[in-house]
């Protein structure tokens, strides 16, 4: 129904192939999509970047969202080589482990910004490196989670976090819908990925999920991917600002 052939993503995210940016990347692939994929640093790419190579990525870079020097260059590149971006695809979230675990009012000043800057601001650093690639028109779309609507046990304050980052996905969606750029919140419900296991008592939210679930089946990184592309094509041009559940109808359980 619809094709994303020709058009340039970039997928910022990956840390292995359970990741959630990783089904979105195959998927933007398996519709057309040209891909620029990024890794964190020297450790993490041997596990990315044969996994962007599979999938035949024009561009490999490296990408720590705090490093502004990082930054500048890959959009440069991006500039250089493609001259546009149609879909940017942020799914970049840290909290220190302590603060994940503990309570939300114990979290200290400076774990709490650390986590807001890696895992909002972040968005924003792209979104508006990218905007002005996305002269035709695109897809900014981020990954968030239950946690921000709902208070879910361990999850700490990357509950508050992710609100905040949905609330970044609305006004954003606002400020550049005249410019024909989309802005998303995808939302799946758990998953089991190298992210989520550093969550107590995570298992059992994952039973819990599967079992609640109106469809009795937990999402997978291929549901998140089919839907991002759904969303990065010309078809959903007029659907933005909105976080989207995918998780089997869990979220809207009591």
């Known amino acids: 129904m619809f094709d994303l052939t020709g058009q340039k993503a970039l997928v910022v995210g990956i840390a292995n ?4 940016a990783y089904g979105c990347a195959r998927a933007f692939r398996a519709q057309g999509a040209d891909l620029a994929v990024t890794y964190l640093n020297e450790k993490a790419e041997p596990h990315v970047r044969p996994l962007a190579e599979a999938l035949g990525a024009q561009i490999i870079a490296p990408l720590d969202v705090r490093d502004e020097t990082q930054l500048n260059a890959l959009f440069a590149q991006i500039a250089e080589q493609w001259g546009r971006l149609d879909t940017l695809l942020h799914s970049v979230a840290f909290s220190r482990k302590e ?3 503990g309570r939300v009012i114990d979290c200290s000043a400076d774990g709490f910004g650390e986590a807001m800057d890696i895992s909002v601001h972040s968005f924003l650093r792209l979104i508006r490196r990218a905007e002005p690639l996305m002269s035709r028109g695109g897809t900014c779309m981020t990954v968030s989670f239950m946690g921000a609507q709902k208070v879910v046990d361990n999850y700490g304050v990357m509950g508050p976090v992710k609100a905040a980052l949905e609330a970044v996905t609305r006004y954003a969606a606002a400020e ?10 995808l939302s799946p419900g758990p998953l089991k990925t190298r992210a989520a296991s550093g969550i107590a008592a995570f298992d059992a ?11 009795h089946q937990l999402a997978t990184i291929d549901d998140v991917g089919a839907y991002a592309a759904f ?4 078809e959903a041009f007029n659907v933005t600002g909105v976080v989207h559940p995918i998780d089997g109808g869990y979220s809207i359980l009591g």
């Open 176 to 185: 550049l819908g005249p410019r024909g750029i989309s802005v998303h919140a």
């Open 231 to 234: 969303l990065a094509s010309r």
């Open 99 to 101: 603060d994940l675990h």
């Open 205 to 215: 939210l994952l039973n819990d999920a599967a079992e609640r679930a109106p469809t």
């Open 17 to 20: 192939d359970q990741s959630v």
